[in-house]
């Protein structure tokens, strides 16, 4: 990737842009004791998608406090992210977009997480040399985190593009000369439309993020 891109694309994660996590979620409340019906029902609601369930068997009570503790404990095994598959359409997309734009990766996974996540990206066929990914240490807090690596991101590309999970996400990007797009994998279309300010650009699937950015 070259200073040639004159304009910078931002992505505030991994997890339910680049990567579906469905599985990994999946696989980790069986582990726990949880039943297939019941693990697919919840994780069909989208506005579980960020929340721990909570549940209780004949054999397992999975409702203490302690109860994100014992998920993250399984969930961020490294066999576990071999789970994860990529959103649709993602790759061809990435491939696409890097042509214009230098690709920015500002995940929420922490730096233990690193060479394994980069495995599974290059594995999923991923363009991981046309990617700039950062990684969270793991007492570091996240928004500083963004805040600081935004910073950083600016002094090379002062203006450019931030994809959005959520609507308080445009708060990393609204000091800079960066344009907001919502992209609808945990929130629905409303939350970002009724969010104030708007967004202007509201992106369903990759697909939608190609022709928004004209990369077509």
């Not at 690193?114 to 990617?131: A, M």
């Not at 807090?141 to 090379?156: A, D, F």
């Not at 609507?167 to 969010?195: C, G, H, M, V, W």
Request: charged content about 20%; proline content about 3%; glycine content about 2%.
């Amino acid at each position: 990737m070259t200073q040639a891109n004159t304009w910078a694309l931002v992505l505030l994660n991994i997890d339910n842009i680049l990567l579906n996590n469905y599985w990994r979620k999946y696989y980790t409340y069986h582990e726990l004791g949880w039943d297939e019906e019941s693990i697919h029902q919840y994780l069909s609601e989208k506005d579980k998608i960020l929340q721990i369930a909570t549940f209780n068997t004949n054999s397992v009570s999975f409702a203490a406090s302690s109860r994100r503790n014992k998920f993250y404990k399984i969930y961020n095994r490294e066999n576990m992210l071999d789970q994860d598959v990529p959103m649709d359409g993602v790759v061809d997309a990435l491939g696409k977009i890097s042509k214009k734009y230098h690709i920015f990766v500002v995940s929420a996974r922490t730096n233990l997480l690193e060479q394994k996540t980069l495995e599974s990206l290059l594995r999923l066929s991923f363009p991981v040399d046309q990617l700039t990914i950062y990684f969270k240490k793991s007492i570091e807090n996240l928004h500083k985190y963004r805040q600081n690596t935004m910073k950083q991101i600016i002094q090379q590309y002062p203006t450019g593009v931030g994809i959005c999970l959520s609507p308080s996400d445009r708060s990393l990007f609204d000091p800079f000369e960066f344009i907001p797009i919502a992209f609808t994998s945990i929130k629905n279309r409303d939350d970002f439309q009724n969010n104030s300010p708007s967004f202007q650009v509201i992106c369903n699937s990759w697909q939608d993020i190609l022709t928004s950015l004209k990369c077509q």
